[in-house]
Structure formats: structure tokens, C-alpha cells
């Protein structure tokens, strides 16, 4: 399991997501409420010890399809990115992923999740009473081990 | 070693271990340093005499080091034997010969004689805690290694890590 494999695999488990809908998508979101689209965008080094061993980031963003009628909904739709906020900041638990380079495969394990800005997005059809879409942004940090010695 | 090093040599193959074991223990016990060390130098604190002599020339004479290391950041490990080790430092307030160890300095660009072994010098140390608490990011307990000589070549076994000097081969 990767890096992306992974971080669906834990907003698939994430009680506030599935008790909305059953699925995350990747780099896909339906047009009616309710659905989640999972957009990696991107990979980066954040530091490497003399032994070898990467700290990584990978970063998302997660789009959020849901309706907006009234108040009380948009208030749901931001209460919900809050408490998925505070989820993400307690569900690494030390996973392991698998990382594949020059067909050589190192272990790893996701050290951190972390979340920002998450906000209204964008109107589906030009107007704020029809279907909404919200992203957060998600980071994954994740420490992999130095092939060899 | 399965890959002949060519070339510029990676940081990886300058191994650097350290004897958690307490002093007067009968095995040692090494453990490698560099995770989470980003850099990690030994400063050799050449001691460096500069002298003018009649003639109106300056002679520069180096009469020998005293070689220091800083291991910052060290993060905690329960279990891990150095990690003990440097918590009952900290606890104990340890002091002269406690501190005792031994660092060994393993070029595992170098094979040794006989497989899995590698070109390698010890050297005796002692262990300064400088510090212990740290940051959110974990228990850190960061210490300098002073190396105070009795310095000695040799191989080490890099699986069964262990030192092994000339003289005894």
C-alpha cells in the first residue's frame, strides 16, 4: 500500500466520511451531494538523515461535494471540515506503506496528518442554493527507511 | 557488501557507532548513529601553534587534536540500549569514568579481509549529556562525544557488530 493507498484508506475509515457516503474518489467528484473526490498533488523531501532515511510529505486536497440550502447547512458542511481536522491530527498511528524506487522496495511507515484550509470552494451551477463543493488541503508525512546499510 | 562504491562517496558509507553498553560491561554494544542527524561531524580541534622565528617566518606545527562530536538531535527510543544509557546519565547525574565508552568509525566503502567486515578505527570517549526535554516532536536527550584517544584499527562485522583490531586478527 502507498502513500495515497493509504490516506483513502483512512478517510474511507473515517467514521464523519462514511457515515455521509461509502466511498472516497480519487481525482474524481460526482456533481450531487454527497461525494468526496481525494486529489493528490504531490510529493516532496522534507529531509534525509546520514543514514539514509527520508522524511517525506505528500499533500492533497480533498473536494467535498455537499448541498447548501440554508445556514444551517453551510454551517454543517464547515462543522464537518473542522472535525475531520481534528480527526486527521490523531490517525497516524504509525501505518506502513510500501515505497517502490528504481524497483527497489523500502518500507515506511505515515508519521503525521495534518490539515489546512478548508473552505468553500466553488458553486456547482452559479448559485449558492444548489450543490456546494468544499476542500481541505491534507499533508501525510511519512519516514522511510534507507535501503542497505 | 553487494555494490562496489565508485566515485563520490554517499554520507551513508561513513558509519559511526557507539558502545551503549555500561562501562565494565564484558561485550559492547554497538549502535549506529545518524537517525534523524541530518549532519554529523567529528571536529578534529586541531591544536595548531604558530610560531615567528628570527628569520622573520612564520612555522606552523599541529601537535594533536582533541576530536569532538555533537549528536543533536537524539530522539528517545524506549527499548533502544543508548537511550538507556544516556537516561541514566541524566538521572544519576553520572560523572568521570561512568561516562566511559568506546565510538567506532566503520568505512563500509572499505571491505575488511573477510566478508561483511570493513576497514574501522576505535577509539575510547566520553559521553556528555547536554541536554534533555526538547520540543512537541519527541524526548530528546542531544550529547557531545568528547573521543579522548587510545585510538585503534581494525575491522568490524557490521551484522554482528563487532570490532575486531589488527593485532587480534
Given at each position: 500500500m502507498?502513500?495515497i493507498?493509504?490516506?483513502?484508506?483512512?478517510?474511507?475509515d473515517?467514521?464523519?466520511?462514511?457515515?455521509?457516503?461509502?466511498?472516497?474518489n480519487?481525482?474524481?467528484?460526482?456533481?450531487?451531494?454527497?461525494?468526496?473526490?481525494?486529489?493528490?498533488?504531490?510529493?516532496?523531501?522534507?529531509?534525509?538523515?546520514?543514514?539514509?532515511?527520508?522524511?517525506?510529505?505528500?499533500?492533497?486536497?480533498?473536494?467535498?461535494v455537499?448541498?447548501?440550502?440554508n445556514?444551517?447547512d453551510?454551517?454543517?458542511?464547515?462543522?464537518?471540515?473542522?472535525?475531520?481536522?481534528?480527526?486527521l491530527?490523531?490517525a497516524?498511528?504509525?501505518?506502513?506503506?510500501?515505497v517502490?524506487?528504481?524497483?527497489?522496495?523500502?518500507?515506511?511507515?505515515?508519521t503525521?496528518?495534518?490539515s489546512a484550509?478548508?473552505m468553500?470552494?466553488?458553486?456547482?451551477?452559479?448559485?449558492?442554493?444548489?450543490?456546494?463543493?468544499?476542500?481541505?488541503?491534507?499533508?501525510?508525512?511519512?519516514?522511510?527507511?534507507?535501503?542497505?546499510? | 557488501?553487494?555494490?562496489e562504491?565508485?566515485g563520490?562517496?554517499k554520507?551513508?558509507?561513513?558509519?559511526?557507532?557507539?558502545?551503549?553498553?555500561?562501562?565494565?560491561?564484558?561485550?559492547p554494544?554497538?549502535v549506529?548513529l545518524?537517525?534523524d542527524?541530518e549532519?554529523?561531524?567529528v571536529?578534529?580541534?586541531?591544536?595548531?601553534?604558530?610560531?615567528?622565528?628570527?628569520?622573520?617566518d612564520?612555522?606552523t606545527?599541529?601537535?594533536?587534536?582533541?576530536?569532538?562530536?555533537?549528536?543533536?538531535?537524539?530522539?528517545?527510543?524506549?527499548?533502544?540500549?543508548?537511550?538507556?544509557?544516556?537516561?541514566?546519565?541524566?538521572?544519576?547525574?553520572?560523572t568521570?569514568?561512568?561516562?566511559?565508552t568506546?565510538?567506532?568509525e566503520?568505512?563500509?566503502?572499505?571491505?575488511g579481509s573477510?566478508?561483511?567486515?570493513?576497514?574501522?578505527?576505535?577509539?575510547?570517549?566520553?559521553i556528555?549529556?547536554?541536554?534533555?526535554?526538547?520540543?512537541?516532536a519527541?524526548?530528546?536527550?542531544?550529547f557531545?562525544?568528547?573521543?579522548?584517544?587510545?585510538?585503534?584499527?581494525?575491522?568490524?562485522?557490521?551484522?554482528?557488530k563487532?570490532?575486531?583490531?589488527?593485532?587480534?586478527?
Amino acid at each position: 500500500m502507498n502513500i495515497i493507498e493509504l490516506v483513502k484508506q483512512i478517510l474511507t475509515d473515517c467514521p464523519l466520511v462514511s457515515d455521509l457516503s461509502g466511498e472516497i474518489n480519487i481525482d474524481y467528484t460526482e456533481n450531487n451531494p454527497v461525494s468526496f473526490g481525494l486529489y493528490p498533488i504531490g510529493d516532496q523531501l522534507i529531509k534525509e538523515d546520514i543514514l539514509g532515511n527520508q522524511e517525506r510529505q505528500h499533500n492533497f486536497v480533498l473536494y467535498a461535494v455537499f448541498q447548501s440550502f440554508n445556514d444551517y447547512d453551510r454551517l454543517a458542511n464547515s462543522t464537518f471540515l473542522l472535525n475531520l481536522a481534528y480527526y486527521l491530527e490523531h490517525a497516524a498511528t504509525g501505518q506502513e506503506i510500501e515505497v517502490t524506487i528504481d524497483n527497489k522496495t523500502v518500507s515506511g511507515k505515515l508519521t503525521k496528518l495534518s490539515s489546512a484550509n478548508g473552505m468553500l470552494y466553488g458553486y456547482q451551477d452559479g448559485t449558492l442554493s444548489g450543490p456546494v463543493t468544499y476542500q481541505i488541503q491534507i499533508y501525510a508525512e511519512y519516514h522511510i527507511e534507507s535501503e542497505g546499510f | 557488501m553487494a555494490d562496489e562504491i565508485i566515485g563520490k562517496i554517499k554520507r551513508k558509507y561513513m558509519a559511526h557507532f557507539i558502545d551503549a553498553a555500561e562501562p565494565g560491561a564484558t561485550t559492547p554494544s554497538y549502535v549506529r548513529l545518524g537517525t534523524d542527524l541530518e549532519e554529523y561531524n567529528v571536529e578534529m580541534n586541531a591544536n595548531v601553534e604558530t610560531k615567528r622565528n628570527i628569520l622573520g617566518d612564520s612555522v606552523t606545527s599541529i601537535d594533536g587534536y582533541e576530536p569532538q562530536s555533537s549528536v543533536e538531535p537524539y530522539y528517545a527510543v524506549a527499548g533502544d540500549a543508548l537511550f538507556e544509557r544516556l537516561q541514566k546519565i541524566a538521572d544519576e547525574r553520572l560523572t568521570l569514568d561512568d561516562l566511559k565508552t568506546t565510538v567506532v568509525e566503520v568505512h563500509l566503502w572499505e571491505e575488511g579481509s573477510t566478508t561483511g567486515t570493513f576497514v574501522a578505527y576505535k577509539e575510547d570517549a566520553i559521553i556528555e549529556v547536554v541536554s534533555y526535554g526538547g520540543d512537541t516532536a519527541g524526548y530528546q536527550i542531544p550529547f557531545n562525544l568528547h573521543h579522548v584517544g587510545n585510538r585503534v584499527k581494525g575491522v568490524f562485522d557490521i551484522a554482528t557488530k563487532t570490532f575486531t583490531s589488527d593485532s587480534e586478527e
